[in-house]
């Protein structure tokens, strides 16, 4: 990565962006670097590490009260064993136990039934934030050649959602960084965009690829025989212009 620059009067400068100094990628794309969020980045990772060692120093001072124990279980019955015997003034220990159980089963089914609340409602939040990502993305509107349920049938496998965030993850499980603010998770677009890139079948799905020349698939071959877009699903559609092509998927009756 390199900055760039330009050259007024005989005088070398650095081009700028929106206060931003304007550095060349590798690969040839243009990144404004943002000092400021940078620094705070850092800021707020060094944070982060400083937090997780004082929690760690934490949880290491408090395993050392339990030094010397090498069976955990066995130690746990005994106190149980103990608090059975205070328990006997009151209640036969074998009552006491009952009772105890009475209560775990209860407690255990109404852990169940708010656990299935809890995943029914990350469920829905899950399809909001990703299902809504998918339907206002301006680079699906604006790159794409196919509607934004197939690209979220095709891509959507990729995206998280992490403490109310959108995250997208790449082919090989890593989370996709922001280019323009290091340190950062990208943004929805951003992260489809550099999904996008990766796509084998990319030209396919970009607009202005070129698919009617001389090279695009067709709906022939038995490839179409039969089949019509609206008794295909999202997936069924991705799939079909995955191996057939755009203008073969329109090609097929409605």
Do not use: C
Request: proline share 2%.
């Amino acid at each position: 990565m390199k900055l760039k620059t330009v050259e007024v009067d005989g005088k070398v400068y650095a081009e700028v962006n929106d206060g931003k100094p304007v550095y060349v990628e590798d690969d040839g794309k243009e990144t404004a670097f943002d000092a400021v969020s940078t620094k705070a980045t850092i800021s707020r990772l060094f944070g982060e590490n400083k937090s997780y060692r004082e929690r760690a120093e934490s949880a290491e001072s408090k395993a050392k009260q339990f030094e010397g124990i090498e069976d955990p279980q066995a130690a746990r019955k005994a106190l149980e064993t103990v608090k059975n015997l205070d328990d006997k003034k009151l209640v036969d220990a074998g009552e006491v136990e009952k009772i105890k159980s009475e209560v775990g089963k209860v407690y255990e089914t109404k852990l169940a039934e708010e656990t299935e609340k809890r995943e029914k409602l990350e469920q829905q939040l899950h399809a909001e934030k990703i299902g809504g990502g998918f339907a206002r993305s301006k680079f699906i509107a604006d790159k794409l050649a196919i509607p934004s349920d197939l690209v979220q049938a095709r891509f959507g496998s990729a995206f998280k959602v992490e403490d109310g965030d959108v995250i997208a993850y790449d082919a090989n499980g890593n989370k996709i960084f922001s280019r323009s603010n290091p340190g950062a998770a990208a943004g929805f677009d951003e992260a489809l965009e550099f999904l996008i890139e990766q796509y084998p079948q990319k030209d396919q799905i970009l607009k202005g690829s070129g698919q009617s020349g001389s090279g695009a698939k067709s709906g022939g071959g038995g490839g179409g025989q039969g089949l019509k877009r609206s008794e295909m699903d999202s997936a069924a559609k991705a799939k079909y212009i995955e191996e057939h092509g755009q203008q073969a998927y329109l090609q097929l009756p409605k």
